[in-house]
């Protein structure tokens, strides 16, 4: 299903309605491939074609949402809508009143389209195949063309579709000893591809020597953006949406209050502009290009959805209030001179299986893994054993930030749960002059 048909179901739908009834449609749609690749070889390799329709009725204050699967087909996508549509219809009468019921009634269009410029999977894993060769790459390749769609009997009628590309990857040298990595985004570069591998393959190299176990304290480090995405994750958990905010559960609150901050060089953005995501949320609001979250180090506005929009009485800048393209500012440090600068301490690639350890003092603790390594004099040493840090963010982008790297980069989601999904990261790596290792 496409824009035109979306469109003609919703006002094949609209015509059935009765007195003062409302019917808000979103499609949720995906034209998928997928091939899973073990030993530098694709194993398996499958497409998806998938297309989700949501049905709000609502009449005065009560309302119901309903989902069905469109197969392409009009005559029967008409059908399956009009029978939920009917039960909808049946069921409204015995829900109560919502206070929060919150839609946009001003009828508005608007159509996007980006990502012309991934490859088909047969030209992508071809070249990573040959860039790999010799290595034992183990991973997940995900393209293709996402599609979102709003429409309304009130006349609102928007689109939004973009292709993307997403790389998930580890090469193993032995067990449990790897360098993960990965290349996401729009627009396809194989220098940039064959450059990833070729820091695998000196990381592959350092892994291979005797690894080095330390004891716990605070050690100089610098974080790579996957590192860095972990981070923004847990901070993303309630530290952006007004809801948390008002009901004093948000991580962030002693910034809130003025007790604590960031590193005047943290800026953290909700860049809609930029993302996957639609620039629509479900319920017909659009979304501002940028919502400045954390500026200057200090907070700056929230994420607000329909629902804490009608509840505190604020604009909606947001389809839900946790972020969906996430930005940091970058810094000065070059990457090629991120080893010099560290000198001696810790190179984190990736983090792991992070919480909470203190959510009032935004204190995170989590693991180390693949990609972690001992710095002296500016050059990878050894591994490190998997470690447990537990530090708060107000020292790692506060009190400890020395530097945030000018390169930023690009980071899809690799999540596919339910669908593939439309988060994005536009990140620096950090350079903390400590962060603590307790194990």
Request: glycine content about 12%.
């Amino acid at each position: 299903m496409r824009q035109d048909a979306f469109f003609a179901l919703v006002e094949r739908l609209a015509a059935g309605l009765g007195g003062d009834e409302v019917l808000l449609c979103n499609l949720d749609g995906e034209d998928s491939d997928f091939v899973r690749l073990n030993h530098n070889r694709v194993r398996q390799a499958g497409s998806v074609r998938s297309y989700g329709l949501d049905l709000h009725l609502v009449l005065g204050r009560r309302h119901l949402e309903g989902g069905c699967n469109l197969t392409g087909d009009r005559e029967r996508d008409l059908a399956v809508a009009r029978d939920l549509l009917g039960r909808l219809r049946e069921r409204l009468t015995q829900v109560p009143d919502d206070p929060y019921l919150n839609y946009s009634t001003t009828p508005a269009r608007g159509e996007s389209s980006m990502g012309e410029g991934v490859p088909v999977p047969e030209d992508g894993l071809g070249e990573l195949i040959g860039a790999a060769d010799g290595l034992d790459l183990v991973g997940i390749w995900a393209s293709g063309w996402l599609f979102r769609g709003f429409a309304s009997s009130l006349g609102h009628r928007h689109w939004h579709q973009c292709a993307s590309f997403n790389l998930d990857w580890s090469c193993y040298l032995e067990k449990d000893k790897a360098v993960k990595a990965g290349y996401s985004g729009f627009e396809w570069e194989p220098a940039r591809l064959r450059g990833k591998l070729d820091a695998v393959r000196r990381g592959l190299e350092v892994m291979a020597r005797p690894a080095r176990t330390l004891e716990p304290g605070r050690y100089r480090a610098y974080l790579a953006p996957e590192a860095v995405l972990e981070l923004m994750d847990m901070l993303a958990w309630g530290g952006f949406g007004l809801k948390s905010y008002r009901t004093v559960q948000t991580p962030l609150l002693r910034m809130l209050r003025g007790e604590r901050r960031f590193d005047p060089r943290v800026s953290i953005h909700e860049d809609q502009a930029r993302g996957l995501a639609p620039a629509f949320t479900p319920e017909g609001f659009g979304k501002p290009g940028r919502v400045s979250l954390i500026s200057g180090g200090t907070f700056k506005d929230c994420l607000v959805d329909s629902r804490s929009g009608a509840e505190y009485g604020l604009p909606v800048n947001a389809g839900a209030e946790y972020p969906e393209s996430l930005g940091m500012d970058a810094g000065d440090l070059p990457s090629a001179e991120v080893l010099d600068r560290l000198g001696t301490g810790l190179y984190i690639g990736n983090l792991w299986y992070l919480n909470y350890a203190d959510r009032n003092d935004c204190r995170v603790t989590g693991m180390t893994r693949f990609g972690t390594f001992w710095v002296e004099d500016g050059e990878l040493r050894a591994p490190v054993n998997v470690m447990r840090f537990d530090d708060s963010l107000y020292h790692l982008l506060g009190d400890r930030l020395e530097g945030l790297t000018r390169e930023r980069e690009m980071i899809l989601s690799a999540s596919t749960y339910g669908g593939r999904s439309t988060a994005s990261y536009l990140l620096p790596g950090i350079l903390v002059k400590g962060i603590e290792l307790t194990l």
